[in-house]
Each structure stands twice: as structure tokens, then as C-alpha cells.
């Protein structure tokens, strides 16, 4: 073992749950947008269509901006020193139009190119929850026993294993620390054989607090085409840029002895993927629209850092960081099916499908020496990560050419397995231990738009609801912690078109 009280070392640390919420992405763009629940892909005609179904563009017959802020706020009240609500700056795009005068004739009639700002995902959420089902048996001590007395006969400790256990003077023997975890000889009677190995101590009560922010953002540069009014293309490149950070706090009690872990962690980055997407209106005379659309892979090129601080008994045991680790991660493929028909002016709806398979999320090295870890790490994502199926309907009712109502609803299955769950080998520099095993998403959306002469004002509320399964740290015979992630999100877009 390492004989110090801090220690660091390269990271490598990467995990499935970390895959999932690289993967994910929120309700998010124009009040418009969200207002409808995001339900435009067929419909199109909006800025924001433009992450979602590239051929959205096509239907803009006039160049226009967009600008949307937020502000978005937990029912947690804040953590660790940070809040419970946040302002964002959700959008910025433009459209401009290139008009070919064929209107009434067949063939290209619009070629039309957009740029758009998004905030893909807002990592900001806040826990505290009392850890349940404990019975004075079940604690993260043994995980963290189980990992020491690993390290200590393959002599390659990881930084949780290292800050927990005991400190020996190398040439004496002698105890210059005690360890939150203790060392345990057992001598065989049959046989006189003495057993070593780590143990832990079991838990009266813990608590559990975290807080998550930074966000993921993309840059769209779209170019589409409107031929005949009835087919419309699109293509879009876009520009990702990660900034996820989390701050943990642990802190659980024993009969004579308690302790608290607090935990950093850092993700950063960029990638890019291409989108491609059609709306075709089978009846020319009709107004009614099928949409289809693809996303490639979002190819990541990351880097971690981690960190904790160990204290027993209100005294510093430990404390570990992380150089910069540096990888690569590609998200899964995205397919989408939409619908969309208008009566008149006055109301338009739409519904899409979109199908995700998080088993594909793939890690891979950027210097080909820790491919062996990231085989293990895919075979985990193979493992404990399905298929996520996203249904978003929608609905715009004009009761005044200038004044629109709108309400949205979404629904988004769970990547999870029911059987998932973390592992922290050895030697790794992990210093978490807990996970959680997301549920269904629900959300329910709420919009208003007024239209004046060269422009327009929106506002749209959002309410988000999720459950989850919690684990502070790994034992089969642990139940869960229920844990919520419920957020609410209210917006508005100024708009301007020429």
C-alpha cells in the first residue's frame, strides 16, 4: 500500500452510469419547442428542429433569430454549499432563406442554411437522502474491506482501498494510523493456518448528499431543401461541448465510530456527430407530414479528474486526486419517426418516436495501453444497458391569429437493467461507490406565444419527474433507497423574422 496520507496517479475511472448520462439529453430549445413538448419533427417550421429532424428547416419560407433563457430549479433545496435553482442560457439560432421563386412548379423552391446554440443538457440536480434498509448489518466499510485485502495480495491499491486502510511504519511495523477499516487474523484450527484480510463495521445510520452541475452544449449548422412544398431534406453537423461536474458527501455511524467521504469528479470535452432527416407530405393537397430522421454516434474526445477527502471520527485520514485522463467515448445511434397535421391556421399537432440503444455506447483509449479496462467497461455498458424508447406529443391551439396556446407531454423508458449495478476494482481510482438505477422520465409541458409585426414573444413551462433506485455502495443483499430527480423549468424566446 501506498504510506501517505495524500495520494495521486492517473484516473481511470470510467463506468457504465457514466455512459447513460453521457448518452441522455433534456427537453430543451425554444419555449416554442418545449412548449409542444418537442413534438415538431414532422411539423418543422422551428429553429429548434434543427437537433432533432434536420429537414425542420426546409418549411421556412423567411430568415429569423431566436434567443431563449431559463431558469431551472430542483425540488431538493441546494447542496454542498451550492443552490436549488440556476438561470440558463438555453438557445440562440438563426435561419436564413434562399428563395428559387418556383413557387406553384415542381422542383427546388427553398435552400435554406441555420446555425443554433443548445444546451443539450443541463447537469444540475441536488440529492439528500437518508440511506434506508441498513439494519445495523450492511455498510460501505465491507466494500471497501473487500477492495483493501484485494490490493494487499495483488500489491496494487487502489485510492479508496489506500485512504481507508491502516498506516505500518515500513521498517518497524509499528501502527502510525488507524484506518477506518482494521485488519483481521483468523487462525484455522485444524489446520494452524492464520487467514488475513479487512474488515469494516456495520451501520447505524448514513446520509448521503450530492450536487451536479455544468452542462453539454451544442453548436448546429444546418443546410436544407424544400422541393415542391412536399419533400424536405436536411443535413446537420454539430459541435458538442462537455462540462459535467459532481460534488458527493457521505457520512455514516457505527456503534463507536463514524466517518464521511466527500467526492469530486469532472468530465470535459468535445465531440461532433452529423444528423440527417426528411419530411414528406404524401398528398401534396394535404397538410399532413411524416417525418423520418438519423443521428450518428456523437464521437467524444474526454478527459476526468477525480478526487476525495477521508475523515474518521472527525479527524483527516486521506485525501486523493487524479492527473487528467484522457479517452475516447461514442455514444449510441439515434432513429426517429415523426407525424404532424394542421387545421388550417389555427391548431397543429404532432407526435414523434426516437430509439436509442445505450448497450452501444462504446469507450475506447487514445494511446491504445488501456484497452484491456475498456473491453471490461463495454462488456458492462453490453450488460447493464438497454434500448431507450422516447415518445413526445404535442399540441398548438391559435384561438387569435396572435395569440397560441400550447401543451406537450414526453415519456422516456429507462436505460437501465433491473439487475445493473456498479463494480470498483482494487486498483482503481474510483473513490465512489454509490449508483443509481434511473427510472421513466415524465414530462409535462405548458406554453403561451404572442406574435407581433416582425416577431414574436414565447414562455413555456416544463415539470420533469423521475424516480430511482439508490445504492450507497455494492451488496446483493442491500434493497434500495428511493431517490428522486424532479425538476422544473420555466422559459421564454424572443424571436425576430424578416
Known sequence: MLFAALVS?????????????????DLNGTARFVGMGGALDALGGEISTMSTNPAGIGLFRHPEVALTFSGLFTDEKGQL???????????AGVVFTMDYENQGRKGLQYVNFGFNYLKRRNHFGNANLA????????????????????????????????????????????????????????????????????VGFPAQEANYR??????????????????????????????????????????????????????????????????LGTIIRPIQESPFRIGLSIHTPTWYNLEDVNGASLYLNDNFLASASTDPFRYHFRTPWKFGVSMGH?????????????????????????????????????????????????????????????????LGYNHVTSPYKDN??????????????DYTNWKDIDRFTLGVGYRFKGGYVDMA???????????????????????????????????LRF
Open 9 to 25: 496517479g492517473s484516473a481511470m475511472a470510467q463506468n457504465q452510469y457514466d455512459a447513460a448520462n453521457f448518452s441522455s439529453s
Open 81 to 91: 454549499g451550492h443552490e436549488s435553482s440556476r438561470a440558463s442560457w438555453d438557445q
Open 420 to 433: 445493473a449495478y456498479k463494480q470498483i476494482a482494487y486498483n482503481s481510482p474510483f473513490t465512489e461507490t
Open 210 to 275: 450530492r450536487h451536479t452541475y455544468g452542462s453539454t452544449s451544442q453548436a448546429d449548422f444546418n443546410v436544407s431543401f424544400n422541393v415542391s412544398d412536399q419533400y424536405f431534406f436536411g443535413l446537420t453537423i454539430g459541435s458538442y461541448d462537455m462540462n459535467s461536474k459532481r460534488e458527493s458527501y457521505y457520512y455514516e455511524k457505527g456503534i463507536d465510530k463514524y466517518y464521511d467521504i466527500t467526492n469530486w469528479y469532472e468530465t470535459k470535452g468535445n465531440g461532433f456527430n452529423i444528423k
Open 131 to 198: 440511506i434506508q434498509n441498513l439494519a445495523n448489518t450492511f455498510s460501505q466499510t465491507n466494500q471497501i474491506a473487500d477492495l483493501a485485502t484485494d490490493a494487499f495480495f495483488e500489491d496494487d491499491w487502489g485510492y479508496l482501498a489506500d485512504m481507508a486502510a491502516p498506516i505500518y511504519d515500513e521498517k518497524t511495523g509499528d501502527l502510525i494510523q488507524d484506518g477506518l477499516i482494521a485488519e483481521h487474523y483468523e487462525k484455522d484450527p485444524k489446520t494452524g493456518t492464520t487467514y488475513f484480510n479487512y
Open 342 to 406: 394542421t387545421v388550417g391556421k389555427s391548431f397543429a399537432i404532432g407526435a414523434s418516436y426516437e430509439l436509442e440503444d445505450f448497450s452501444t455506447a462504446h469507450y475506447s483509449s487514445r494511446d491504445w495501453v488501456n484497452d484491456a479496462y475498456f473491453m471490461s467497461v463495454n462488456e458492462n455498458i453490453k450488460q447493464d444497458l438497454k434500448t431507450q424508447h422516447t415518445i413526445r406529443i404535442g399540441a398548438e391551439f391559435k384561438p387569435v391569429d396572435e395569440f397560441a396556446i400550447r
Open 461 to 495: 413551462y416544463q415539470l420533469q419527474s423521475q424516480k430511482g433506485d439508490f445504492y450507497a455502495f455494492d451488496d446483493v443483499d442491500l434493497k434500495p433507497t428511493e431517490i428522486k430527480n424532479n425538476r422544473s423549468q420555466i422559459m421564454a424566446t424572443l424571436g
